[in-house]
């Protein structure tokens, strides 16, 4: 007898009917999303080419799976999404461990992105900001800094929009997803950074459909 079937002798759960529940929760709630973001993320996508095309670039930012999103994104931007075209200006502010630990032990690890910003954002960049709940320190401080250095927001958010939300200017796109669920807002957040890099290329190079 094998060990997993002592220890399960009887099934514990019907896992199949949660997998069936999670897939067709996902897929609604992207529906959903799609009146509300429609807009939005056609705007973002404007205001990020704008910038790319002006020689601005796009710094991105985010906890956890926001965190790989984040990188997600500025590899599909700097290396390719769908179609050749050249490579253009993403970074990640997720990556670089001695950068972010030393902030984090020197300072504090609200500040680990918002110092990057200073460093390295200019006027007309674009930060992209990850949050769910739009509520983490670190990418508050991040979306403060962007607004010092004359860049404008993107944020990325769900339930309500949070503290982000209510932070963003009249320049910031707020694509908010109308979820309360992090991991079902996670992955509105992928779809939509998919569109963001589908729209980019097909404002880049003229693409029709
Ligand atoms: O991926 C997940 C949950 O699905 C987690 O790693 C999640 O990203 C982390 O708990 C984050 O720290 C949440 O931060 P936020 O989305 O509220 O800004
Ligand atoms: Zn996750």
Redesign the pocket.
């Known amino acids: 007898m094998l060990e997993s079937e002592t220890l399960f002798p009887e099934p514990p759960m019907d896992l199949v009917a949660r997998i069936a529940q999670q897939f067709t929760d996902s897929a609604q709630t992207k529906l959903a999303a799609l009146e509300f973001m429609a807009d939005p993320i056609a705007a973002a996508i404007d205001a990020m080419t704008h910038s790319l095309m002006s020689n601005g670039k796009i710094l991105a930012c ?5 965190a790989a999103d984040a990188q997600h994104f500025a590899a599909e931007l700097l290396n390719r999404f769908e179609l050749e075209r050249p490579p253009l200006a993403a970074l990640a502010l997720t990556t670089d461990s001695s950068t972010l630990t030393s902030i984090a032990n020197d300072y504090d690890f609200s500040q680990v992105f918002s110092k990057q910003v200073r460093a390295l954002g200019q006027p007309g960049d674009v930060l992209l900001a990850i ?3 739009g ?2 320190p670190n ?1 508050i401080e991040a979306v403060h800094a962007a607004h010092e250095r004359e860049m404008r927001v993107v944020a990325l958010t769900g339930k309500g929009g949070g503290e982000i939300g209510a932070l963003l200017g009249p320049d910031d796109v707020h694509l908010c997803v109308p979820a309360d669920r ?2 079902r807002i ?1 992955e509105v957040h992928l779809l939509t950074l998919h569109c963001l890099c589908d729209g980019i290329d097909c404002l880049l190079l003229g693409v029709e459909e």
């Open positions: 985010g906890n956890g799976g926001s949050s769910t709940s509520n983490s990418v992090t991991a996670q």
